[in-house]
């Protein structure tokens, strides 16, 4: 299985220094990852009290997709805060203006720490669903 990034490309304007900054786009592990939590939650969802039909499982699995988008939100703010983000990039060598010199979509097998916090996040997520879900009935 293989994780997609989008790769921002900078370069300096004083010397000839580049940096890139990697960014998660949604991949097949995660759509993965959200099939099986919509899957697990379907069927407390499909047996008593609550009795939904099946074709219940594909709005299940829009929201598990959703909670999956949602997870990604404090690892973005994570980033701007620290500078990840920021308009202005500043060179690390030379301390100079870095210019965005284009992107482009790369795979990797390996996952990225920010695709394990992701994950992380998801599953954290699906654990408070279904504890408020427990305390519902």
Not at 35 to 56: D, G, I, M, T
Not at 64 to 69: A, M, P, T
Request: contains cysteine; glycine residues 8%; proline residues 4%.
């Amino acid at each position: 299985m293989t994780f997609s990034y989008t790769i921002g490309e900078y370069g300096c304007t004083k010397c000839s220094n580049t940096r890139s900054e990697y960014s998660a786009t949604m991949s097949f592990p995660y759509v993965i990852a959200a099939f099986l939590a919509a899957l697990a939650l379907s069927f407390v969802l499909f047996r008593e009290p609550w009795n939904f039909p099946w074709y219940y499982f594909f709005c299940i699995f829009a929201g598990e997709l959703l909670l999956l988008f949602i997870a990604g939100f404090p690892l973005t703010l994570f980033k701007l805060v620290t500078g990840g983000g920021s308009i202005v990039r500043r060179c690390p060598a030379c301390g100079g203006q870095m210019t965005f010199r284009g992107q482009h979509i790369s795979k990797s097998q390996r996952p990225r720490r920010t695709d394990s916090v992701l994950l992380l996040l998801f599953c954290a997520l699906n654990v408070a669903v279904w504890v408020k879900l427990y305390h519902h009935v």
